[in-house]
C-alpha cells in the first residue's frame, strides 16, 4: 500500500506483487516473524527456567542426578530452531495473501494474475536464505531465553529481569545476525 503511489509515479505498478513476493520471502517474513517470536517465547523460556532456578527446582534435579541442561535447556533451544521455519512459512504465505488483498483494492488485480506474477518473480533460490536465517534466529531465540532463565538470580526480581532481558538480547541479537547473514548472502548469490 505504501509503495503503490510511488510505483505508479514510475508506471511500474505492474510490479508490486513481485515485490510484495521478493520483500516477503527473503527479508520481511523471516526477521519480523523472529522478533515477534522472541518476544513471545524467549520471555517465556527466561521466565519459566528464572522462576525454576529462584525456587530451587534446577537445583532439586541437580541432587537426583538429573542434568536440568539437558532437559531444560537444549529441547527448549531444539524447539525453537525446529519451529520458527514453520512459522515462517506460515507467515510468509499469510503477508502474501495479505499483499493481494491490499493490492487488488487499489488496482482491481484478479487472483489468478497476482499468483502468476508471484510465482514468476519467486524462485527456489530465494526461498532458501530467508529460512535458512529462521533456524539461526531460533536457536538465538532459544538460547537467550535459556540463557538468561537458567542463570537467573535474586528471587522474583530476577524472574521480571530474566524475561525482560531475553526479550531485549534476542530481539538485538536477531537484528545483528540478520545483518550479518544478508551480507553473506549477497556476497554468496553475487558470485
Not at 108 to 126: E, N, W
Request: a positive charge.
Amino acid at each position: 500500500m505504501q509503495s503503490q503511489p510511488v510505483m505508479s509515479r514510475f508506471g511500474a505498478e505492474s510490479f508490486l506483487p513481485s515485490m510484495v513476493a521478493l520483500s516477503v520471502v527473503r527479508e520481511l517474513g523471516p526477521v519480523l516473524t523472529a522478533l515477534i517470536f522472541a518476544g513471545r517465547v524467549s520471555s517465556g523460556i527466561g521466565a519459566e527456567l528464572s522462576s525454576m532456578r529462584v525456587t530451587e527446582q534446577i537445583d532439586a534435579m541437580e541432587v537426583s542426578a538429573v542434568h536440568p541442561y539437558r532437559y531444560l535447556v537444549v529441547t527448549r533451544i531444539l524447539a525453537c530452531t525446529l519451529i520458527l521455519p514453520i512459522l515462517t512459512l506460515y507467515v510468509n504465505f499469510l503477508a502474501i495473501i495479505g499483499g493481494f488483498i491490499a493490492i487488488s483494492l487499489s488496482q482491481g488485480i484478479t487472483f489468478h494474475q497476482y499468483i502468476d506474477a508471484v510465482f514468476r518473480s519467486l524462485q527456489f533460490s530465494d526461498l532458501i536464505p530467508g529460512l535458512a536465517k529462521t533456524f539461526v534466529f531460533g536457536f538465538i531465540v532459544g538460547a537467550v531465553g535459556a540463557y538468561k532463565g537458567y542463570n537467573a538470580t535474586n528471587g522474583t526480581v530476577g524472574v521480571g529481569r530474566a524475561s525482560t532481558s531475553a526479550v531485549v538480547m534476542a530481539s538485538l541479537l536477531i537484528l545483528i545476525t540478520d545483518m550479518v547473514l544478508v551480507r553473506i548472502t549477497v556476497m554468496i548469490w553475487n558470485q
